[in-house]
Structures are given as C-alpha cells and as structure tokens.
C-alpha cells in the first residue's frame, strides 16, 4: 500500500474520550447501550426537522438565504469572466443548467440532499455510529 486516504479522520478511541466533545462521547455510549432509544430519538427528530422546513415561514427563509447565495455567486462570476477567457464546455452547460433552475427547484435539491441519508431511517446512523466508536480489533499501527 502505497497511500491512505481518510474521508472523516477520527482518533482511534482506544486513545481516550478526554479530547473528544460531550455530544461524541453521548453518542458512542447511547450506541452501544440502548441503540433502539438512539433509533427512534434520531427519527422522531428527522421527522420533526422535515415538518419544519415544509412550513411556509421556514421555506420564505430557504428561499431568501437562497437569493442571496446566487446573487454572491453571481458577483463572483462577473469577476472571474473579466479574468478567464475560455470555459469548458461542460462545465458551461452545468452553469446554464444551474441557472436555469428556480429557487424553488434549488430548495427541493438542497432538502434532498439533506434528508437523503434518512430516507429508510436512522438504522445506518446508529450502525456507523457503533461502527465508529468500538474497538475494531486491530491497531492502526499496525496497518
């Protein structure tokens, strides 16, 4: 093996839980110790977050943080086209087809990719949770 590469680096825990937050220790502990608890704790706040941002009042709030996002980047775009000379193609169409969308279209996207990893429940948070916080039998020194 000539590389490793770490999406998400963590200290193995076997080093100590004392430089670890509050929420991190919490959460390996309710893992490991009443993992149905953590389950229906995380849905029931999944859900909750769902409901919320469906309210008008929480969409009028997307869609302004929204506006203002694209009027940044816009910005920004009037200042780079000064500086560039050519695009790529692709990376045009991708520009016409972001500009394209409404803002509607572009809150719809971002719940999406929010929710997604809750779509058949909260059973893999708390498996990769547990996943994370045991001891894997093996010492990273030794790898």
């Known amino acids: 093996m000539s590389a490793v590469g770490l999406l998400a680096g963590a200290p193995p825990w076997e080093a100590g839980r004392h430089e670890m937050p509050w929420?991190?220790?919490?959460?390996?502990?309710?893992?490991?110790?009443?993992p149905g608890l953590v389950r229906v704790v995380m849905d029931a706040t999944v859900g909750s977050m769902r409901w919320v941002?469906?309210?008008?009042?929480?969409?009028?709030?997307?869609?302004?943080?929204?506006?203002?996002?694209?009027?940044?980047?816009?910005?920004?775009k009037d200042e780079q086209?000064?500086?560039?000379?050519?695009?790529?193609?692709?990376?045009?169409?991708?520009?016409i087809e972001e500009e394209r969308l409404t803002t509607a279209d572009r809150r719809?996207?971002?719940?999406?990719?929010?929710?997604?990893?809750?779509?058949?429940?909260?059973?893999?948070?708390?498996?990769?949770?547990q996943l994370l916080t045991q001891p894997w039998g093996f010492r990273f020194d030794d790898v």
């Open 81 to 95: 086209a000064s500086s560039l000379k050519q695009q790529d193609d692709k990376k045009l169409a991708e520009e």
């Open 108 to 129: 719809e996207r971002l719940l999406r990719l929010l929710f997604e990893p809750f779509a058949q429940g909260s059973t893999a948070a708390v498996q990769e949770a």
């Open 23 to 34: 929420f991190s220790r919490w959460l390996a502990d309710a893992t490991s110790y009443a």
């Open 53 to 76: 941002v469906r309210t008008n009042s929480f969409k009028v709030r997307i869609d302004r943080w929204l506006e203002a996002e694209r009027k940044k980047e816009e910005e920004g």
